[in-house]
């Protein structure tokens, strides 16, 4: 491997400071060993933070890969409330999951929850934007305090539609999001300006972006996010030296030119 190394930004113009390219667990295979060896290799070239979730299938794999690595990392970790059997926001609930991440991530604090409110009716956003204002108080006292506590630094919503991503950033005790951003999915642009930070999920569109690229067309689409200034991470499952590097070279160093980042989008 080369010497270069990924730069780190910051959620919020405080912190807490993450790499601008961090791993996303969903995807991470192999042995513990080869999962582990995966992360001290990310680690060594400055990829610290990582994306993960329960729910995710690999999750078991991550934790003891973490664990065998005995590398210190930072945390973006997806939860939900309410689920999908209610619209009722548990204040308990996801401070219960909280702990548990930081007991079994190893950790005294999250970099940020991805937040994510279900509802029974995926497609009824009235319904989940009634829900939302009619849970303010309770949802923004909740965050709060566990800001406050020190268990989380940040709170990132994930918005299902602009309009209720708009909604519910009214409520969070702090202005980010952590959701989609890449060259075919850019509903999220026009959120940009009024955040803090945005941590970009699947900046390759999901393999979309992929098929029938050039490597410099696929270097410009990993890079586009973090042209933004707003921009703090992008979340890249990657599981081979060769994507690793790639990756690297493409959005290791990328430095915020919001020029290049609205020719992208006009292009």
Same mark, same amino acid.
């Given at each position: 491997?080369?010497?270069?190394?990924? +730069?780190?930004?910051?959620?919020?113009?405080?912190? =807490?400071?993450?790499?601008?390219?961090?791993?996303?667990?969903?995807?991470?295979?192999?042995?513990?060993?080869?999962?582990?060896?995966?992360?001290?290799?990310?680690?060594?070239?400055?990829?610290?933070?990582?994306?993960?979730?329960?729910?995710?299938?690999?999750?078991?794999?991550?934790?003891?890969?973490?664990?065998?690595?005995?590398?210190?990392?930072?945390?973006?970790?997806?939860?939900?409330?309410?689920?999908?059997?209610?619209?009722?926001?548990?204040?308990?609930?996801?401070?219960?999951?909280?702990?548990?991440?930081?007991?079994?991530?190893?950790?005294?604090?999250?970099?940020?929850?991805?937040?994510?409110?279900?509802?029974?009716? *995926?497609?009824?956003?009235?319904?989940?934007?009634?829900?939302?204002?009619?849970?303010?108080?309770?949802?923004?006292?909740?965050?709060?305090?566990?800001?406050?506590?020190?268990?989380?630094?940040?709170?990132?919503?994930?918005?299902?539609?602009?309009?209720?991503?708009?909604? *519910?950033?009214?409520?969070?005790?702090?202005?980010?999001?952590?959701?989609?951003?890449?060259?075919?999915?850019?509903?999220?642009? =026009?959120?940009?300006?009024?955040?803090?930070?945005?941590?970009?999920?699947?900046?390759?569109?999901?393999?979309?972006?992929?098929?029938?690229?050039?490597?410099?067309?696929?270097?410009?689409?990993?890079?586009?996010?973090?042209?933004?200034?707003?921009?703090?991470?992008?979340?890249?499952?990657?599981?081979? =030296?060769?994507?690793?590097?790639?990756?690297?070279?493409? *959005?290791?160093?990328?430095?915020?030119?919001?020029?290049?980042?609205?020719? +992208?989008?006009?292009?």
């Amino acid at each position: 491997m080369t010497s270069s190394q990924v +730069g780190r930004r910051t959620i919020g113009p405080v912190g =807490p400071s993450i790499s601008q390219i961090s791993y996303g667990t969903m995807r991470l295979r192999g042995t513990t060993a080869e999962a582990a060896q995966l992360l001290h290799d990310l680690a060594e070239r400055g990829i610290t933070t990582h994306h993960s979730s329960a729910e995710y299938d690999s999750h078991g794999l991550y934790l003891a890969a973490l664990k065998a690595a005995r590398i210190r990392a930072e945390h973006i970790v997806k939860l939900s409330s309410p689920s999908f059997d209610t619209d009722r926001f548990d204040c308990s609930n996801i401070k219960r999951a909280v702990h548990e991440e930081l007991s079994t991530l190893g950790t005294d604090r999250l970099a940020s929850v991805q937040w994510l409110f279900r509802t029974p009716d *995926a497609q009824d956003l009235s319904g989940r934007q009634a829900a939302l204002a009619d849970q303010t108080e309770a949802i923004q006292a909740c965050f709060a305090e566990m800001i406050l506590t020190g268990d989380i630094a940040d709170v990132s919503v994930f918005g299902y539609h602009p309009d209720f991503a708009k909604a *519910a950033l009214d409520v969070l005790p702090t202005s980010t999001m952590c959701d989609y951003l890449n060259l075919s999915e850019t509903q999220n642009v =026009p959120l940009l300006d009024r955040l803090d930070s945005f941590l970009a999920i699947r900046p390759l569109a999901g393999g979309g972006l992929i098929e029938g690229r050039s490597p410099e067309e696929l270097a410009h689409a990993l890079r586009w996010p973090l042209l933004h200034p707003k921009v703090s991470t992008i979340i890249l499952s990657v599981n081979s =030296p060769a994507h690793v590097e790639a990756a690297i070279a493409a *959005a290791g160093s990328v430095m915020p030119d919001r020029d290049l980042f609205n020719q +992208g989008i006009e292009a």
